[in-house]
């Protein structure tokens, strides 16, 4: 039976180059402390032991865990990955975040916590104590929670709140829903339709609340109506089937659904009533999720920056930590709109 390779350590790094295993962590993490010909003679033993750092030997350095933490909702996200229905908001979440903190020698690492638990202070604080992360990334409702705020403030965790522009500890990123909602509006305007319906997200959502005023300040720019024609969903695709019927009811031909899982809803109460998409009825979703481009006919979406917004929330939290100007102001990573086959002139 074939030995295993030992793995090559901090600890054969610092014997080859005559060093500390201190000295070794602050080359690792690119302190300025160190003298540049130590600095050299470190990374010549590093190179040639082949040696990988490890998130243990960057925490010998000081401080920093090299670890940051992204907290989404417990119960939403497996039940999605339960009835197998896709988790893309994950997804994009986690490539951008794990791409962005790999370049810098960081970890990212994705935690469930239940939104309206009340073990929440409890599976947060036991969490904070194991990984003793640098940085939260939280997502909607999360990054609305009061509690959850209080608590990493106590422990002085740089925070990157997603999806929300209320006052509170840490910084906000936003992909300007309420933008994104006007767009799509405006691009059902544009092709003259006169009765646009919208189907909203849940009221514990701020990020809602924003797409729908974004929806009536286009329906007020062209001088449409609104009455009966906003119906309230909970990102869930049965009530994206009763929001439609009332929508329909009511004599919209255009649909903005405000996730997809609503979208699908839409498409599936058209077929049922007889209606063609786009011919009869226009319809526009939000997300973008891979399932809508292959949808008949594929949908015209409002594209969600996911992971660009994780991103950039990785580098703020890392720039804060390196003791870097921090800046409280909230950012913005615009959504944009994806035209597809969905979308056309109202019915003559």
């Known amino acids: 039976m074939a030995r295993r390779r030992q793995a090559v350590t901090i600890k054969h790094v610092a014997a080859d180059a005559g060093v500390s295993l201190q000295t070794v962590s602050r080359v690792i ?4 402390s160190v003298r540049p010909e130590m600095a050299e003679r470190v990374q010549a033993s590093i190179d040639k032991l082949g040696y990988v750092p490890s998130i243990a030997a960057q925490r010998m350095g000081g ?3 090299y670890l940051i933490l992204a907290l989404n909702d417990r119960e939403r ?3 999605d990955w339960r009835e197998r229905q896709g988790t893309d908001w994950v997804d994009q979440m986690m490539l951008g975040g794990m791409v962005k903190a790999a370049e810098h020698g960081y970890r990212l690492i994705v935690e469930l916590v239940d939104t309206h638990s009340d073990h929440i202070e409890r599976e947060l604080s036991a969490a904070l104590a194991a990984l003793r992360p640098d940085g939260v990334i939280l997502t909607p409702p999360h990054s ?4 959850i705020l209080k608590l990493l403030e106590a422990q002085h965790v740089s925070v990157a709140r997603i ?5 509170g500890y840490g910084f906000a990123l936003t992909m300007d829903d309420e933008r994104a909602a006007r767009l799509a509006t405006e691009h ?10 919208f189907i909203a997200g849940p009221e514990a959502y701020e990020l809602s609340g924003w797409r729908i005023e974004g929806w009536r300040q ?9 009455e009966e024609l906003m119906a309230r969903g909970d990102f869930g695709y049965e009530s994206g089937l009763a929001a439609t019927e009332a929508l329909l009811d009511a004599g919209a031909t255009a649909v903005v659904a405000s996730n997809d899982r609503m979208a699908l809803a839409v498409l599936a109460v058209a077929r049922a009533r007889g209606l063609s998409v786009p011919n009869d009825l226009s319809l526009i979703s939000f997300d973008d999720t891979p399932i809508v481009r292959f949808t008949h006919p594929p949908l015209t979406a409002v594209v969600q920056p996911i ?3 994780t991103a950039r929330a990785v580098e703020r939290i890392i720039a804060e930590q390196a003791g870097g100007d921090f800046d409280p102001a909230p950012e913005v990573v615009p959504a944009g709109l994806t035209v597809r086959a969905s979308t056309a002139p109202p019915p003559q």
């Open 29 to 32: 993490n690119k302190e300025a």
């Open 63 to 65: 401080s920093r865990s």
């Open 77 to 79: 996200t497996i039940a």
């Open 144 to 147: 609305e929670n009061s509690l």
């Open 163 to 167: 999806g929300t522009l209320r006052d």
């Open 188 to 197: 059902l305007a544009d092709l003259g339709h006169a009765r646009i319906g």
């Open 218 to 226: 286009a329906m007020a720019a062209a001088r449409l109506a609104t």
């Open 307 to 309: 992971a660009e917004v």
